[in-house]
Structure formats: C-alpha cells, structure tokens
C-alpha cells in the first residue's frame, strides 16, 4: 500500500509529472526506493552524483560545511519536490550534503535511466532544463529575501507557505526544529527568536512547535511591506 501511495505522490511531483507520460512507468520502475530516519544522510558534498532525488514524504535539506566547520543551509525540500538534476545529468560531484531532518521516504532515479531516455526523446531534457530553471527561480527568490526583508518579514513568509487556507485564521506546525529554520532563512538561532516576537504584533503566536496566525491577510501585509518606506518618512 505505501508503495503504491508513493508511486501516486513521484507522480505527482513537478518533476516526473512534466515528462511525457510514455516515459513516466519505466522511470519509476528504474527507481530506488527508501526511507531515511531523522540525521541519516543521503549523500555527502564530493561524492559523485549519480541519481536525481525526489522526496515522497518528510522533509530533506541540502548543506555544505564551511572551513570554519560552520553548516551553511542551502535549500530544504518537501514531498513532490526534487534535486540534482544538473549535477548528475553531468556525473559531477555534489557540490552540498543531503541529510533527512526528520524520517522521510525518498525516491531516487538513475541518472543513467534519464540520460537514456532523453537520448530517445529530446522532450525529456526541456523537461529536465524546466526543473533546473525552478531551482534557479527559487535561489534568486531566497536571495532577494535576504536582500530586501527583514528577519521578521522571511519568518512571516515561511509561516505563509505552511498555510493550508487563503484568509482568517490558522495554526501551523513547524517542521523542522528552529535552529534548522533560522539556518534555513539566513538568520541566527537567537535573531529567530526575536523575529517570533515581533511577528506578536502581526498576530502571531509560537508555542513550542506551533505557530498560531490570527489573521493571514494581515500577516501577508506584513511581509509585504517595503521596509524602506520607514526610512523614506520625513519626521
């Protein structure tokens, strides 16, 4: 049973759901299947890359060590997504760690498998270059986060895309511990902390593992907000 909900789920992601549907079965019956517990890692920076990963369950984040020994978070990925198309399409070393940050599910397609497909159907690389140009868009995004938002404002962000509904109220449960979060959006553990409590003027409240949102409307508006407007206001 959880195979074939899995099965549904890789369907599903942006990744496979965009290959021509003759190709989709073969790629899932090239697949590796597995479940990783919490810490367990998938594959460390330098090793080569020869399989193109899609989460199905859990949450799965991407880090490199500095040479200080501090971890630098890249990216953290949910169910349906997907990463390392460009380095193993290319046999190229990971250039980040992958490590599960709770249990997970994850599929792995071989790169060979993809590279023989798309030698058959040129469809299968513009699909492989939409997925690349996503992570790109994603990058750039989180760089312009970190570039024209204040702290407060991307853990307001990060709230919002766990939100199940558009308006009024909701409660949502963080997934991954805060020191994760904070590395996450390129903040400090102790500058998260402070971000949490300013967001009590935009109503909302953190207990534990739970966010509480009184208004969401109010909270997008929130992280909306341009904060150079305060700086531009004549005394």
């Known amino acids: 049973m959880a195979y074939e909900v899995h099965k549904r789920i890789a369907r ?9 549907e003759q190709h989709v079965e073969h790629l899932l019956t ?4 597995k479940h990783y517990e919490r810490g367990e890692t998938l594959f460390l ?3 080569k890359a020869t399989s193109i990963h899609v989460v199905l369950d859990g949450w799965v984040k991407l880090f490199r060590i500095a040479p ?3 971890e630098a978070i890249v990216s953290v990925f949910t169910k349906g997504e997907s990463f ?3 380095v193993a399409l290319r046999g190229a070393p990971y250039p980040v760690s992958a490590q599960a940050v709770t249990p997970c599910d994850v599929m792995h397609i071989p790169s060979s498998a993809l590279v023989h497909l798309m030698k058959e159907d040129p469809q299968i690389g513009i699909t492989i270059l939409a997925s690349t140009f996503n992570h ?3 990058l750039v995004a989180q760089l312009e986060q970190l570039k024209a938002q204040t702290g407060a404002q991307r853990v307001a962000e990060f709230l919002l895309d766990l939100c199940d509904c558009e308006i009024g109220g909701c409660t949502v449960t963080l997934p991954y511990d805060k020191v994760l979060i904070a590395g996450r959006l390129g903040m400090k553990p102790e500058s998260l902390s402070r971000a949490f409590a300013r ?3 935009a109503g909302v409240k953190v207990n534990k593992n739970h966010a509480v949102i009184e208004d969401i ?12 407007v305060a700086w531009n206001k004549i005394p």
């Open 217 to 228: 409307e109010t909270l997008r508006e929130y992280s909306e907000h341009d904060p150079a």
């Open 12 to 20: 599903n992601s942006l990744l496979i759901r965009s290959l021509p």
């Open 68 to 70: 200080n020994g501090s």
């Open 199 to 201: 967001l009590k003027n």
């Open 136 to 138: 790109l868009h994603s």
């Open 30 to 33: 090239s697949a590796i299947w």
């Open 45 to 47: 920076q330098d090793e």
């Open 84 to 86: 390392g198309e460009a």
